[in-house]
């Protein structure tokens, strides 16, 4: 199998698809030794090998994160222009999606657009991966991250047995959907005490921004 | 009112949606005030996720190009129009790209609204929209069902709504005119 990943994160090397990339090739390539190629959209000389990539590749992983309830404008692009190439039909695509909201039900409806693009370029669908909250991992302790890497590990292991997704894992990951009501009302409880702002505030306090917080740049005041 | 429409169009001169949206505007000004953004011919780059707009000038981005005066006029508008021939199956990179900027006009705390997460509120009010499309020669009710839904979505979390999804070859210019001013 010649697999390639194609990272659409906008912050490329500096990407939490980066980290979970990672921890699935180290799954991966505990089981099978071939070099994956591992390409980023980033820049629009990336995009051009990307494509070379994705032409060549047997399988093709796209990762990147939720940006405004899809895919980043940049994997948008890319997915205009490999719209445009001839494809192989045997050619295999499955996509990772990760996103910074804890419930995977934000993600949900990109998903149905993948398979559906999937199919409009009469490849093989492998399914989507769903994985909320992750926002913050790189700031988190190994001990808040430790199961998480572990679930991409084993994504990645199963994948180089089998070539498809793990469906066990794959529903594993998008736990939850959405928050049971008793969570939903112990977050909203939370966040009345800032809590749930700790990972925003620290880092508006650290850039001295925490006083314009809820500043409006945008809004054009009109005279009375 | 004041009307913004984001022409995600990337093909302007040889394509008849750019007419299409011209000969909208036209009628929509008659009485209302509308800025047209042609966001392929602008200098508009990607978000780069750096959350500059979030934690280091709230509300603001930091990249320097036409991003803001575009912002400026959505989130001081009554309606937005988002405008685009579909490509691969959805509205254009070109459109997406300057969605994607939108991020800074939301806060990056968040609150459970209908039991889910979204984020807070950065203005006092945000504009509904409507979708004008372009199908491709392979568009189906499938295709328009995922962008409807995809659009909603956001919707719930640009705290707006989704008025009305329309398409070039089967809806009249003085419809959209109508169902955008009575909205």
């Excluded at chain 1, 192989?88 to 934000?106: C, D, L, N, T, Y």
């Excluded at chain 1, 314009?212 to 005279?223: A, H, M, N």
């Excluded at chain 2, 022409?7 to 000969?23: A, H, L, P, R, T």
């Excluded at chain 2, 200098?43 to 707009?53: I, P, R």
Aim: with cysteine; aromatic share 12%; charged share 25%.
């Amino acid at each position: 199998m010649k697999l390639a990943i194609i990272n659409g994160s906008p912050r490329g090397k500096k990407s939490n698809s980066k980290i979970l990339t990672d921890h699935f090739l180290k799954g991966y390539n505990s089981l099978c030794p071939d070099i994956v190629s591992v390409n980023y959209l980033v820049n629009s000389k990336l995009q051009e090998e990307s494509k070379n990539v994705f032409r060549d590749a047997e399988t093709v992983i796209i990762i990147f994160p939720l940006y405004t309830d899809c895919m980043p404008g940049i994997v948008k692009e890319f997915f205009e222009h490999i719209s445009e190439c001839e494809i192989s039909r045997s050619k295999k695509m499955g996509f990772i999606v990760q996103s910074g909201f804890p419930e995977a039900i934000h993600s949900i409806y990109v998903e149905r657009y993948l398979e559906k693009f999937t199919k409009r370029l009469k490849c093989h669908y492998l399914g989507t991966i769903i994985k909320g909250g992750v926002e913050g991992i790189q700031i988190m302790p190994p001990s808040m991250t430790k199961k998480l890497f572990g679930k991409f590990e084993a994504l990645g292991k199963y994948f180089a047995k089998t070539s498809t997704f793990s469906a066990e894992i794959k529903e594993s990951l998008r736990k939850p959907l959405k928050m049971s009501p008793l969570n939903a009302f112990l977050f909203d409880a939370i966040s009345k005490t800032g809590l749930t702002n700790f990972y925003w505030n620290k880092n508006l306090k650290e850039n001295r921004a925490y006083h314009k917080r809820f500043d409006k740049p945008y809004c054009v005041k009109t005279s009375s | 009112m004041k009307i913004t429409i984001l022409n995600g169009d990337m093909n302007q001169k040889e394509n008849d949606f750019s007419v299409f949206i011209e000969k909208l505007a036209g009628k929509l000004q008659v009485n209302n005030t509308v800025t047209v953004y042609p966001l392929h011919e602008m200098n508009l780059h990607y978000c780069t996720g750096c959350w500059s707009c979030w934690w280091k000038t709230p509300g603001r981005c930091a990249i320097e190009d036409d991003a803001g005066k575009v912002l400026t006029s959505v989130i001081n508008a009554d309606f937005i129009i988002f405008a685009s021939p579909l490509m691969a199956g959805f509205t254009s990179s070109a459109l997406k790209k300057m969605t994607d900027r939108f991020v800074g006009l939301l806060h990056p705390y968040i609150k459970m609204k209908n039991g889910e997460c979204h984020h807070l509120k950065r203005y006092d009010k945000y504009p509904d929209f409507g979708l004008i499309l372009k199908k491709e020669p392979d568009t189906d009710a499938e295709d328009i069902e995922i962008i409807s839904d995809i659009y909603d979505r956001l919707a719930i979390n640009f705290h707006s709504n989704k008025k009305y999804i329309k398409f070039t070859d089967t809806t009249k210019i003085e419809e959209i005119v109508y169902e955008t001013c009575n909205n």
